[in-house]
C-alpha cells in the first residue's frame, strides 16, 4: 500500500517547479558575485528558441551577457583583443559543464541571446531542468544547453 503511495509523491516532484537558487559567477582574477533569483529577474530578459526532437521550444530568462557585466566582465566595444581569448564554463548541478567563447555571448558579435532561462514555453522549469538552463538562442540543438545551472566561470584561455 506505500509503494504506490511513494511512486505518486517521486512523481509529483519530478512535474514540479524547481526552487530557485542562487547562481555564482566568477571571473578569474577577480571577486565572484552571487546572483540571487531577483538579480536575475531584474536583468534585461529575453528568449531563445530551438527544436528537440522535431518540436520548436522557446526558453525565456536573463540575459546572460547582463549576469557576466554584473561580475565585471568586458562587454561591447572594448571585448577585443586579449579580452576575446577568455572562455565561459558554465556547470549544471549534475555536474555537466560546456564552453563557450565569451566573444558569443556578447551583443556586439552575435543577434542571438544566451540566456539563463526560467521558464520554457511560458511555464517555470521543473526540477528535472532548473530552477535555471543556460540556453543559446540558435543552437540547432540544446547539447550545450546546461540544464540545472549552479555557477558560470569566465576565464583566459591557457
Known amino acids: 500500500m506505500r509503494f504506490p503511495l511513494v511512486l505518486t509523491a517521486v512523481l509529483a516532484l519530478a512535474w514540479t517547479p524547481a526552487l530557485a537558487q542562487d547562481i555564482k559567477v566568477t571571473v578569474v582574477g577577480r571577486d565572484s558575485v552571487v546572483l540571487t533569483p531577483a538579480d536575475l529577474k531584474a536583468l534585461p530578459r529575453a528568449k531563445a528558441t530551438f527544436t528537440a526532437h522535431g518540436h520548436p521550444i522557446t526558453y525565456e530568462g536573463a540575459v546572460l551577457n547582463a549576469a557576466l557585466l554584473k561580475a565585471g566582465v568586458v562587454s561591447g566595444d572594448r571585448l577585443m583583443g586579449r579580452y576575446l581569448n577568455q572562455v565561459v564554463v558554465a556547470k549544471g548541478a549534475d555536474g555537466f559543464t560546456a564552453t563557450y567563447s565569451l566573444g558569443e555571448t556578447d551583443p556586439?558579435?552575435?543577434t542571438n541571446?544566451?540566456?539563463i532561462a526560467d521558464s520554457k514555453d511560458g511555464q517555470p522549469l521543473d526540477?528535472?531542468?532548473?530552477p535555471y538552463r543556460l540556453v543559446v538562442d540558435g543552437d540547432l540543438r540544446p547539447g550545450r544547453s546546461v540544464r540545472m545551472l549552479a555557477s558560470v566561470e569566465v576565464k583566459p584561455v591557457p
Open 127 to 130: 526540477a528535472k531542468e532548473g
Open 113 to 115: 541571446p544566451v540566456i
Open 108 to 110: 556586439i558579435y552575435r
